[in-house]
């Protein structure tokens, strides 16, 4: 079965400030994919970045990157230069094998003028 | 279509009335997902479909909940006898299957359900 740890339920970052969102997963298949996804207040959710198992670098998507760390089992989230449009819920999620898409439970993200 | 559409976008209905959610994923997207999310809350898992087949329906939280996919495309979900607990807003997502995992899940807007 696979899991996605979130610890922090909620951040407060200074704007132009970078942040890290820490999520940790557990899974027993050899090939799995990392996602991360943005929910602002209207609701949607939007896709940010992905990270393959087998990827041997860091992804990367503008100011979003990656810090993929495979034998501690983390994925964690790195925004850069933080703007006040980052405030949002941020969602870390996996799947592997034929498995569904596992979600972790989120954390709220506050960007300080 | 471009993106997965759900209908209706909102809804309210009156408790223990039956209410039915569709939705639309993208064309070839063999996964399918219902999500259900309270105000400032995570997802909820709810059911998962693979074509036509529910390998993962855990997250049902009780028999009123029942989802069914047909012809490998659109999804209805149905709430018989609605409670007031059940208002919240229900995500359906889809993504295609590869064998080193599924590609991302691609949301749509959501259904917001009202009981009232």
């Known amino acids: 079965a696979q899991k996605i740890t979130q610890t922090q339920p909620g951040m407060f970052v200074q704007e132009k400030e970078a942040v890290t969102l820490d999520c940790t997963y557990d899974t027993s298949d050899p090939s799995y994919g990392l996602f991360w996804y943005k929910q602002p207040s209207s609701g949607e959710m939007i896709f940010l970045i992905y990270q393959g198992s087998y990827d041997q670098q860091n992804a990367t998507e503008g100011r979003y990157s990656l810090n993929f760390q495979k034998a501690r089992k983390s994925a964690n989230l790195v925004i850069s230069a933080s703007q006040l449009g980052d405030s949002a819920m941020y969602f870390c999620?996996?799947?592997?094998?034929?498995?569904?898409?596992?979600f972790g439970t989120g954390t709220k993200l506050q960007v300080i003028p | 279509g471009a993106g997965v559409s759900q209908s209706p976008s909102n809804k309210v209905t009156e408790k223990g009335k039956d209410v039915e959610l569709r939705c639309d994923p993208i064309s070839g997207h063999t996964a399918l997902y219902w999500y259900r999310q309270s105000l400032g809350q995570g997802l909820e898992f709810l059911i998962y479909f693979q074509g036509n087949s529910a390998p993962d329906k855990s997250g049902l939280p009780s028999d009123r909940f029942s989802a069914e996919r047909t012809g490998g495309s659109v999804s209805t979900l149905t709430i018989q006898r609605t409670q007031q607990e059940d208002s919240a807003v229900y995500l359906c997502?889809?993504?295609?299957?590869?064998?080193?995992?599924?590609?991302?899940?691609?949301f749509g807007q959501g259904t917001r359900l009202t009981v009232v």
């Open positions: 999620a996996m799947t592997g094998g034929y498995q569904k898409v596992t």
């Open positions: 997502a889809s993504s295609l299957v590869l064998g080193q995992g599924n590609t991302e899940a691609f």
